[in-house]
């Protein structure tokens, strides 16, 4: 069965006092669930100290980004063979990333791989823009992001890799209504399951992200095939983000912990 993951990506907010006062506020308040797994995503500057202070029973950690060369003359890059003692995951392919920072598919190819062979745990974005959507090609676009970002991989590999679906036009906007997330996470695994077989498509997690709040977390998790979130500004705040944890456990426990099926399973 795959373990619900909630990661809080904190983007470019916080310094390392007020990073360190958030964890230690989220310590307080979140529990340790044996069947739900949270990751924080704090800024680069902050991993090394709150590998120090996090309750490991209670969180791992995720960097948001990182540079494929494992070393250089690569001015200002950290690269996944520095991070690897110190994160469980890196998020990938953002798509502020890929828009503001120009990471394209090629880039964020050679970042899953770089993560893979650092045996850090890629978390890779999908997702459309809302022009995407109108003109029908969520599809293609989540196609053409899968097809290059898993192209030099394992079928091994893949199975361990965490898809995060976020569709552009709703981080910070608006939450994606249930059967809109439905029909990407089906794309999504049915993509994986055409590629790279039946067991690394149940194996996968898949999760949604763009503006998650408390009260959508039941049905989102309701979405057959959604097996969690990536939060932002959510996760910035100790109470909202708690309370994403706390939803999740208590949907975990109306549903006797059986995650809904996935068609097909
Ligand atoms: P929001 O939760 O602020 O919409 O951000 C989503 C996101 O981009 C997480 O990576």
């Known amino acids: 069965m795959r373990k619900i993951l909630i990661v809080g990506n904190w983007k470019m907010h916080l310094n390392a006092s007020q990073a360190s006062l958030l964890v230690h506020r989220l310590q307080e ?76 598919l090629a880039t964020v190819r050679d970042k899953m791989a770089a993560a893979v ?34 192209s030099n991989l394992t079928a091994a590999e893949v199975a361990d890799v965490v898809i995060a679906y976020e569709p552009i036009w709703a981080i910070g906007q608006v939450t994606a209504k249930p059967g809109q997330v439905a029909e990407a996470v089906t794309y999504v695994r049915g993509y994986v399951r055409d590629v790279f077989g039946e067991k690394v498509a149940k194996n996968i997690r ?6 998650v709040a408390p009260e959508v977390v039941h049905g989102l998790l309701d979405v057959p095939g959604v097996d969690g979130f990536l939060v932002g500004h959510g996760s910035l705040n100790y109470e909202t983000f708690a309370a994403i944890v706390e939803a999740t456990h208590r949907w975990q426990r109306n549903n006797n912990g059986e995650m809904a099926p996935v068609k097909g399973e």
């Open 206 to 211: 898949i999760l949604y992200g763009g503006d």
């Open 29 to 104: 308040r979140i529990k340790i669930y044996r069947d739900i797994e949270v990751v924080l995503a704090p800024s680069m500057l902050t991993l090394q100290p709150l590998s120090l202070q996090i309750d490991r029973r209670k969180f791992r950690l995720a960097a948001q980004n990182a540079y494929f060369r494992d070393e250089g003359p690569f001015t200002g890059e950290v690269s996944f063979n520095m991070l690897r003692d110190i994160v469980h995951y890196v998020i990938i392919g953002h798509s502020e990333r890929r828009q503001l920072f120009h990471d394209n």
């Open 117 to 150: 062979r650092n045996e850090i745990v890629p978390i890779l974005c999908v997702g459309e823009t809302q022009q995407e959507r109108e003109d029908k090609e969520t599809k293609q676009v989540l196609h053409d992001q899968l097809m290059t970002a898993l």
